[in-house]
């Protein structure tokens, strides 16, 4: 039973190393598109690196998120979450974050015949961390640390307990055993842009039980949103698609850059004369501005 | 973006990802403990309060429940002989046979010489255990009765089921023991020292 759901468990990971190989190919696609014959190539406008920092936004939007490893987990092996997250972006770099879910077990030992039920909902609280030294770029790196609580109850059954010296016998089930968890993570992950608003990211998470509730009947083998706990440590992970939100922010804002469209429409002049323009920038009529931003991406200002 | 950056960031992604799958297909272990079965632990001291090792021979017998028939066989100068099934043999040279009930019991620990404390298996349903315990150089015997609440206990499922057990009362006969006191309520299988039986005497230095 352990061998038949790591093999299913190697399959899925595989499967999803293809699909990010996949979406991340398609996206360089899209980015080194050649200009077709007789397309004018879409003209440029330059912002100062130095006006960018100078008008960081402080907050930069919401960012919606689905974990997509739990279900898979909840469907190959004894234990997985349904899960999601919402998530602030302040300035790029600091991420405070809700997550939210519900996590599942159903386990029973293939020797002992003993049974461990629990799906209760869970959640945790906590803040990312941009690491990356270019804030502006959509892809991020990132270290984090969450608290998280459960409340569930358990139910926990097995083979009838015989006495081997007395004699006699009583079946054993125990249900609806009471437990409040706590535990500590920390979180290090990935996420890349995959499509306009779309990201997705994996993240390593080691987890650590703080407090349990005791039970005279049995421990609890496993917390929703925790995992497994065999040992006071255990290690998890997500795989996540993630959605940007930028509820709130004017489209100005999106890139994290309050920059005034006026300012960019009328940008040659203006940063001509402040000296911050490329004489070789084109600047033809009736094309939209695209901004350069700080790492010397692109980015194309949405109208 | 950057293609180079892209691509960094697409290994890190398939790294993460293959590290995940080592994660959670790694290596598995647990804490299942190396008993196998609940014990109450017994400690041994003098009369007052010193750890002692006995040196008399221990063994320890229980009541069980039920009955069961006892044949007897005496004849004038032989030694008395005790079965569970009738001998006619002995009738036939003999013995005079006499059939009694008596409680049913089993030796917990036999011969027990030279120890500091003693580990006795706990009933799972029954409220109250009788020992007898019984010595080599003391022809008197000790009956030590224990009440007690069992309940199940599972603390992994890999490692089954155990039958933890909480002290309520413990009494004792007064032959070779002095007194006897509860020192830790709780029996499982952490190996504390549940009860202490204090033996007359004290240990001289």
Redesign the interface.
């Known amino acids: 039973m352990l061998n038949l759901s790591i093999q299913f468990r190697h399959i899925v990971s595989a499967v999803m190393m293809a699909g990010a190989s996949v979406m991340a190919m398609r996206a360089q696609e899209q980015q080194t598109e050649p200009v077709m014959p007789g397309e004018r190539p879409k003209p440029t406008k330059y912002v100062a690196v130095e006006e960018q920092k100078e008008h960081q936004v402080f907050f930069q939007g919401f960012t919606l998120s689905v974990d997509c490893y739990g279900p898979v987990a909840m469907m190959v092996s004894d234990y997985g979450t349904l899960e999601g997250a919402l998530r602030l972006n302040l300035k790029n770099t600091f991420f405070p974050i809700i997550e939210a879910g519900v996590g599942k077990c159903d386990k029973e030992d293939f020797n002992t015949k003993v049974s461990y039920k629990a799906s209760a909902p869970f959640a945790r609280v906590g803040i990312d961390i941009n690491m990356l030294k270019d804030k502006f770029q959509s892809n991020r790196l990132y270290l984090g640390a969450r608290y998280g609580i459960s409340m569930f109850k358990y139910d926990v059954a097995g083979p009838a307990q015989t006495d081997p010296i007395w004699g006699g016998s009583q079946p054993f089930s125990v249900k609806g055993l009471d437990c409040t968890s706590h535990w500590a993570e920390l979180v290090f992950g990935v996420e890349v842009k995959i499509f306009r608003n779309f990201h997705m990211g994996w993240a390593i998470r080691y987890k650590r039980e703080i407090a349990s509730t005791k039970s005279d009947y049995a421990k609890p083998n496993c917390i929703p949103g925790y995992g497994y706990t065999t040992d006071s440590s255990c290690w998890g992970g997500t795989y996540s698609l993630i959605f940007d939100l930028n509820w709130g922010l004017k489209k100005s804002h999106k890139r994290g850059v309050n920059v005034d469209i006026r300012t960019i429409e009328n940008g040659l002049q203006t940063t001509d004369n402040r000296q911050q323009t490329t004489d070789s920038a084109p600047t033809p009529e009736n094309s939209q501005p695209t901004t350069i931003q700080e790492n010397g991406t692109e980015e194309r200002q949405e109208e | 973006?950057?293609?180079r950056?892209?691509h960094k960031?697409?290994a890190?992604?398939?790294m993460?990802?293959?590290?995940?799958?080592m994660?959670?297909?790694g290596c598995?272990?647990?804490?299942c403990p190396v008993e196998n079965?609940v014990t109450c632990n017994y400690g041994f001291y003098d009369s007052e309060g010193t750890p002692i090792t006995y040196g008399d021979t221990i063994t320890v017998t229980?009541l069980?429940?039920g009955y069961k028939t006892v044949y007897t066989y005496r004849k004038l100068g032989n030694a008395t002989i005790t079965k569970d099934a009738p001998d006619t043999a002995l009738v036939n040279q003999g013995y005079t046979e006499s059939v009694t009930q008596q409680r049913r019991d089993?030796v917990?620990l036999n011969k027990l010489c030279n120890a500091s404390s003693m580990k006795v298996?706990m009933?799972?349903?029954?409220d109250r255990d009788t020992l007898i315990l019984s010595y080599n150089m003391i022809t008197l015997k000790d009956t030590i009765k224990v009440e007690h609440k069992s309940?199940?206990?599972?603390?992994?499922?890999?490692?089954?089921?155990y039958?933890?057990h909480t002290l309520m009362n413990v009494t004792t006969t007064e032959a070779a023991i002095d007194h006897i006191e509860i020192s830790e309520p709780k029996v499982n299988y952490e190996g504390n020292t549940n009860v202490k039986i204090y033996f007359n005497g004290v240990i001289e230095d």
């Open positions: 973006m950057d293609i950056l892209r960031i697409c890190a992604m398939m993460g990802t293959s590290v995940m799958a994660l959670v297909a598995y272990s647990n804490n079965m229980t069980m429940p089993t917990l298996p009933s799972f349903f029954h309940h199940p206990n599972v603390e992994l499922p890999e490692c089954g089921t039958r933890f």
